[in-house]
């Protein structure tokens, strides 16, 4: 990575992790500071653990997982070691989310409303049981080493597209929680009164989406991609021959798609690689 970009890089890392921790620190505010604390009793204690899992763990885990193979300083470190530390964010996002659904599901059957009849709730469960999904095919594809490099391949555009479209569901569905709440739980004065909760907690939904921008920025960028293995064997060995040196700089060009097919493209011409489709 050439000087520039890198300090591009850090400028736009740096405003990503200060938008997700102000996000947490504003969540644990209000629910603190605002509303009713956190218990699990069945009572607004145990709803306010919705909220907050879903912020610190579901958003900011899953977009620390998606830039997890951006960081520069990672790249001498084994890729599955990286995808060790990419699965296990995902997961604990998920076992977050997860427990925050029951927190809610608990509140609201304690209390007798219904449940699932807001769009809020049909997206926020739809993203979660496709995140599981997506969680489940990808540790048979990446992590087993059974799975095929062609299987890799193939898969991969569609992994990197719905993680990217899931982590902006998952935060657009926080927004509809944040507003439902608020309207709910806002009375003397009403939201409409711009009352200090209501205005602190708008704050708190457009950092949301300043973290979701900054995250997927920096996933969409080719140049801050980590360079393949064998990129970086042909750059740091004295005795790669020229077309070795050829295949690594081109390889390193290519997008996503073609990238792995790339992959399995060098498999093909016998060049020793551990896991390089993916
Ligand atoms: C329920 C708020 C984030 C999934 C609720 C309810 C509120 C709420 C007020 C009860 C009313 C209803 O059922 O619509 C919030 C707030 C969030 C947030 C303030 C973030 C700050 C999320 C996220 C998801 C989600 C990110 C999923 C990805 C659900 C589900 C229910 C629900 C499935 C239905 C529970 C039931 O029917 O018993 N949320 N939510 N929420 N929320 Fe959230």
Same mark, same amino acid.
């Given at each position: ?7 591009? =890089? ?24 605002? $509303?009713?604390? *956190? ?12 909220? /907050? ?6 958003? =900011? ?8 193979? $951006? ?8 890729? !599955? ?9 995902? @997961? ?37 049981? !496709?995140?599981? @999904?997506?969680?489940?095919?990808? /540790? ?23 993680? $990217?479209? *899931? ?20 009375? #003397? ?12 907690? #708008?704050?708190?939904?457009? @950092? !949301? ?11 969409? +960028? ?28 081109? *390889? ?13 493209? /060098? +498999? $093909? +011409? ?9």
């Amino acid at each position: 990575l050439e000087m520039e970009s890198y300090k591009h =890089f850090l400028a736009v890392l740096s405003a990503a992790a200060a938008f997700g921790i102000v996000s947490i620190i504003f969540v644990l505010r209000w629910v603190l500071h605002y $509303r009713e604390g *956190l218990a699990w009793d069945g009572g607004l204690g145990e709803f306010n653990w919705h909220p /907050v899992l879903q912020i610190s763990g579901f958003i =900011f885990l899953n977009g620390a997982a998606i830039i997890v193979f $951006r960081l520069p300083w990672t790249w001498r470190c084994s890729k !599955l070691i990286m995808k060790f530390i990419h699965a296990g964010l995902n @997961l604990a996002a998920f076992i977050c989310a997860t427990i925050s659904f029951v927190a809610v599901f608990d509140f609201h059957n304690a209390a007798q409303i219904p449940n699932m009849y807001s769009l809020h709730s049909w997206l926020g469960l739809a993203a979660l049981v !496709l995140f599981c @999904l997506q969680i489940v095919l990808s /540790v048979i594809i990446y992590l087993m080493p059974f799975s095929p490099a062609s299987w890799r391949a193939a898969f991969m555009p569609l992994h990197v597209f719905f993680g $990217r479209s *899931l982590f902006g569901s998952v935060i657009a569905v926080a927004l509809m929680g944040i507003t439902e709440k608020l309207i709910f739980g806002l009375s #003397n004065p009403k939201y409409k009164d711009s009352p200090p909760e209501a205005v602190f907690v #708008n704050v708190m939904g457009v @950092l !949301l989406v300043a973290y979701g921008v900054a995250i997927l920025w920096i996933s969409t +960028r080719t140049s801050w991609k980590r360079p393949n293995d064998l990129a970086l064997h042909t750059q740091h060995t004295s005795g790669g021959g020229e077309d070795n040196i050829k295949v690594g700089s081109s *390889l390193s060009q290519l997008s996503d798609e073609a990238e792995a097919e790339g992959h399995v493209d /060098v +498999r $093909r +011409r016998g060049h020793k690689l551990d896991d390089q489709a993916d």
